[in-house]
């Protein structure tokens, strides 16, 4: 029913920047955590940022904070990470994610996207 749709990946250089956006289909949303996770090649899923729809609160991961921020726009139901001086360690796969509990965790998370392709080469 709920569908996920990220954009905005690609190619960049280290200390580039890049937006992903995630687009939330429906209208049931007030309630939950956006989440942004991301796996790197070779290496398990991990917890990159979320933010709470109905409050704006905020929660990044020690390895970004500074360089990225996550952000919402009510009015087009998307979720969006600003990701700036970008490292070769940024290079994942990034998947949004819409949970009720959200947290670190990814068992907070019910609705997933498909993922959207970051490189980032030196």
């Known amino acids: 029913q709920v569908q996920l749709v990220e954009s905005g990946g690609g190619l960049v250089q280290a200390g580039d920047s890049l937006r992903l956006s995630c687009a939330a289909s429906?209208?049931?949303?007030?309630?939950?955590?956006m989440g942004w996770f991301r796996q790197p090649p070779g290496k398990e899923r991990e917890f990159v940022a979320a933010?709470?729809?109905?409050?704006?609160?905020?929660v990044y991961t020690d390895s970004v904070k500074g360089r990225f921020t996550i952000s919402r726009d009510n009015a087009k139901n998307t979720v969006y990470l600003q990701m700036n001086s970008l490292k070769t360690e940024d290079t994942a796969v990034y998947y949004c994610?819409?949970?009720?509990?959200?947290?670190?965790?990814?068992?907070?998370?019910?609705?997933w996207g498909q993922g959207t392709q970051v490189t980032v080469s030196s």
């Open positions: 994610a819409a949970g009720y509990l959200g947290g670190l965790r990814a068992s907070g998370y019910e609705y």
């Open positions: 933010i709470s729809w109905s409050s704006g609160r905020t």
């Open positions: 429906g209208r049931t949303f007030s309630s939950y955590v």
